[in-house]
């Protein structure tokens, strides 16, 4: 039986053992938190951070958490509506004047965190990532794929540069200065968007499913959605230096259970934790509203978006690419996250909901 250390009340000891039995299972390493008002209730960890010499994941062992980043980069642009200086329902030509071209002049900010706005992908090098200048130059220049807003396809990674190069042009800060210094510094949160060498040691590689190595790639594509441009994601290129100091703020996000779960217990606290604001209960109300349901023409499933939160039902949140989660229920002020160096097959990936549904079930 797995060891886990950390804590836990009793009344969530079911997602502590849920976390236990993925690394019964045979998982490397994880982490799960649960925070209810923005205060933990439970904060477990274990297994291997480094699945060679058997190095043990500790406390403060991060992770690239892939998509769920989504949810740290939507949260700085609900900051930037909090404050009037972003309007969802603005043209986002009108803060990217260069976004303006190739039948682009109406996509609007709300398009863009609800993924209706026609460019869910682009044939480029993994390299072009890297760039800031190069990625969003490549997105500015690009036609949508259907009229935007009337139809609804995944943005895996091309979000993350179109909300961040928002966040640029409005505050002059890169996405990974912007979250630094407004939300992770403000709240205590070990969470970087763009990490910062000095953390490397604390990273737990990511580690491919059974049976495959690193040159394993992420696909989003289904049969009989339209053929896609997606960049060809590695498990290779996302433990490589160049991923971890880029800022790329749909997948690149480093951090753990607990951090994920305090970032976005602003959002299930009505904007406020530990007596810090950083938006209104207005704005996190806003966030919810569904903005489109339908079949997802890249994931090829259902699917329903707020402004930049997935939803399901009354809960909300996202995952990522071999395994991270974190949902967010408002209405009890409960976020559950759960962060894994461990990947498994998407089809055959159940754990971070077993850990979801252990928390809501215990409230």
Known sequence: M????????????????????????????????VFVGGEPVVDVWG???????????ERDTIVNVFSVTKTMTALCALILVDRGLLDPDAPVAGYWPEFAVEGKSGVLVRHVLAHTAGLPDWEAPVADLYDWTTATGLLAASA?????GTAVGYHSLTQGFLVGELVRRITDRS???????????????????????EHDHRVAATVPPTGRDEDYVAGSSVPGAPATKATPMSVRAANSTDWRRSEIPAASGFGNARSVALVQSVMACGGTVGGIRLLGPETCELAWAEQFSGEDRVLGMSVSWGLGYG????????????GALVMIDPTQQLVVAYATN????????????????????AV
């Open 144 to 148: 949508p794929q259907w009229e935007p």
């Open 47 to 57: 297994g291997q951070a480094d699945a060679r010499n058997n190095g043990s994941w």
């Open 342 to 361: 461990q990947m498994r097959e998407p089809a055959e990936d159940d754990r971070g909901m077993q850990i979801a549904m252990a928390a809501l079930g």
């Open 2 to 33: 797995a060891e886990l250390r950390g804590a836990y009340d009793e009344r969530f000891a079911a997602v502590a053992e849920a976390l236990r039995d993925a690394l019964d299972a045979g998982d490397a390493g994880g982490s799960a938190a």
């Open 175 to 197: 996405i990974g200065e912007f979250f630094a210094a407004e939300v992770a510094a403000p709240l205590g949160a070990d969470f970087w968007i763009g990490l910062p060498a």
């Open 311 to 322: 939803r399901l039902g009354g809960v909300y949140g996202w995952g990522g690419w071999g």
